[in-house]
């Protein structure tokens, strides 16, 4: 509810930085078609690149305190990256295996409904007829991984949104999480520990 309301400035903005960023590395590779200052414009998609992958790394953490506290956007960011580096834990944040793991998920979960549409493509090819494709199975398997693959993206997104969430409040309060859930946090710590032995304390 708060993402539609109170904090949807916030994200907002944070969406709007992105397509900033993604807005000028369109422009400048617009400019580059052009053959004067090359060099320049190569240092500039550089600059620009790293920009827009230090954004959107901020950005799921910063919109994790915005849906819990209500900050704005930048207030956010600054808060969330201040709460890792105190607790040492920018190693632990920059290898998350996750957004890996449900990339992966998706892309099974697309080739399964692509074959599923090759299969129904073949078996009525009459389907795609009207369109003037000739051969349903490739367009049953095309249309069938697009739409798998979408569905199970925005599907994804939400265990991603509360992995991230998990790790921020963990790292927030942890004796919180401790006194109500003992046996979860004991197998937690113990995991934690054994990944990364130096930098959890």
């Not at 990256?81 to 920059?94: D, P």
């Not at 299969?119 to 494709?133: D, R």
């Not at 490739?138 to 997104?157: H, K, W, Y």
């Not at 109500?180 to 934690?192: A, E, I, R, S």
Request: aromatic content about 12%; charged content about 10%; glycine content about 8%.
């Amino acid at each position: 509810l708060r993402a539609t309301t109170f904090s949807f400035g916030s994200i907002c903005f944070g969406s709007f930085l992105v397509a900033l960023i993604q807005t000028l590395r369109t422009m400048h590779r617009m400019a580059r078609e052009n053959n004067d200052a090359q060099m320049l414009l190569c240092i500039v998609d550089c600059i620009l690149g790293c920009i827009e992958s230090f954004v959107e790394y901020v950005n799921k953490w910063a919109y994790v305190y915005v849906g819990l506290y209500g900050y704005s956007y930048l207030e956010a960011g600054s808060n969330v990256m201040t709460l890792f580096q105190n607790k040492g834990w920018s190693t632990i944040i920059t290898d998350d295996l996750a957004t890996n793991v449900l990339f992966m998920v998706t892309i099974v979960i697309g080739l399964i409904t692509s074959l599923i549409g090759m299969v129904m493509g073949k078996g009525n090819p009459n389907v795609f007829a009207e369109l003037g494709i000739e051969d349903g199975g490739i367009a049953g398997f095309v249309l069938g991984f697009l739409v798998g693959n979408l569905f199970s993206t925005i599907m994804m997104s939400v265990v991603a949104s509360a992995i991230n969430t998990v790790i921020v409040l963990f790292a927030e309060a942890p004796l919180e999480f401790e006194n109500n859930h003992p046996q979860l946090y004991q197998d937690m710590m113990t995991t934690w520990r054994q990944a990364w032995p130096t930098e959890y304390q």
